[in-house]
């Protein structure tokens, strides 16, 4: 029978984890999802330093580009975005 890992034994990347986990963790909890407004982004990436879950990545334009299968809804992204271009969408 498999041990239990401790969390120091956990090396692998959340975006790899089972679609299945990553769905339970976005979605069970997922009221608001942000939306960036793109015309309005100075490419500052504070968004993509502060989300806990580092579901925010830059595009190859060089844009953030949130990956919504990660994103649990924290909006920290919207709070910390120093230019308002972060919004608040109610999830579906
Ligand atoms: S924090 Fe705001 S302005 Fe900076 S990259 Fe993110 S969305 Fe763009
Ligand atoms: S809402 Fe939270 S989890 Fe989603 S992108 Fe923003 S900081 Fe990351």
Do not use: H
């Not at 029978?1 to 034994?9: F, G, L, S, V």
């Not at 339970?24 to 999802?33: G, V």
């Not at 502060?50 to 809804?73: H, L, T």
């Amino acid at each position: 029978m498999a041990a239990w890992k401790n969390e120091k034994e956990i090396t692998y990347d959340k975006r790899m984890a089972p679609v299945a986990l990553q769905e339970a963790q976005a979605f069970k909890c997922r009221l608001f999802r942000p939306k960036i407004d793109i015309k309005m982004c100075k490419k500052c990436m504070i968004c993509v330093v502060a989300c806990p879950d580092n579901c925010i990545e830059v595009s190859e334009s060089g844009k953030p580009a949130i990956i919504y299968s990660n994103c649990k809804g924290c909006l920290i992204c919207l709070r910390e975005c120093p230019y308002g271009a972060i919004s608040e969408e109610r999830e579906q």
